[in-house]
């Protein structure tokens, strides 16, 4: 088709921020810094490279992800521990904060309940911003490695992709069989995964991750959460996705348990207000 003749001026019209968060719940971070800094480990699990593992987290405790042994990304499924049906919602918490997430900054659960389940309260690659490329961390615009799309490109059947993972682990914690289980598997927080878009043509990329062993995603549990992560078989995703050739290692989850009494005025958010009757008078 020819270019109209006003094209410069329909490509000139600035954007608008369909989702403005000034008047989203503000998490008291200082709160939580303080209930965090007597605070008492409690577990630890360690998520074997290119395999994953469950972790239950109560409602007040922090937990925090690292890569202790090397570069390492992984994917973070959480729900409910209540109620699998309410789970992290990675399409709506990216249309309230953005494509990558990090301090201060929330998982938002599924509808109905749309309410925070975690806010991240440390992040030490908070420093890395947005790179020349486009590329950030920690982001919410990848959906995992999956081994129906590996099937779809090329024909294999590889069991180790972080959909696999996230379905054996959360089997593992509830004793629901692998297919039950898959159907709650959901899109992820790609935790220290280095990613964004090409701007020749809108697709989505991976970078070497820029997590050293010092560095750590913390995060506060504003529900029960059962949660489970995958260390990605992309290792850092410097250079392979879903495949047995990339150097990966082990994640480490540490929860840990506040004092009493140090989050006193804190409790467990809502279920959203809205009062679903969708146009429709009720009964």
């Not at 109905?112 to 806010?119: G, I, K």
């Not at 959906?143 to 696999?164: A, E, V």
């Not at 990329?205 to 504003?222: G, H, I, Q, T, W």
Request: net charge negative.
């Amino acid at each position: 088709m020819p270019v109209p003749p006003d094209a410069a001026q329909r490509r000139a019209i600035p954007p608008v921020i369909c989702y403005p968060n000034e008047t989203l719940p503000k998490p008291d971070l200082a709160l939580y810094a303080r209930a965090r800094a007597t605070a008492t480990k409690t577990s630890v699990i360690l998520v074997p490279a290119r395999d994953a593992a469950p972790f239950h987290v109560p409602a007040g405790h922090f937990f925090r992800i690292s890569a202790p042994q090397g570069p390492q990304v992984g994917d973070l499924n959480l729900w409910n521990a209540n109620d699998l049906s309410e789970r992290f919602y990675s399409g709506k918490s990216r249309a309230l904060h953005g494509t990558h997430l990090t301090t201060g900054e929330r998982m938002w659960s599924s509808f109905p309940t749309l309410r925070p389940m975690a806010t991240i309260t440390e992040d030490t690659l908070g420093w890395y911003g947005i790179d020349e490329f486009g590329g950030s961390v920690h982001d919410v615009i990848g959906t995992r490695c999956d081994p129906y799309t590996g099937n779809l490109l090329s024909g294999t059947q590889y069991h180790h992709c972080c959909h696999s993972n996230l379905t054996r682990a959360l089997a593992d914690a509830t004793g629901l069989s692998l297919h039950a289980a898959e159907a709650h598997v959901h899109d992820v927080l790609n935790v220290f995964m280095c990613t964004g878009f090409t701007r020749d043509t809108g697709q989505y990329f991976m970078k070497a991750s820029p997590v050293r062993p010092d560095d750590y995603l913390e995060f506060f549990a504003e529900i029960d959460l059962l949660g489970a992560l995958s260390a990605c078989p992309g290792g850092d995703c410097s250079s392979e996705h879903s495949s047995d050739t990339a150097q990966c290692h082990p994640l480490l989850v540490e929860v840990f348990a506040p004092q009493e009494g140090a989050l006193d005025g804190w409790s467990s958010p809502p279920v959203n207000g809205y009062d679903r009757t969708h146009g429709r008078a009720p009964g």
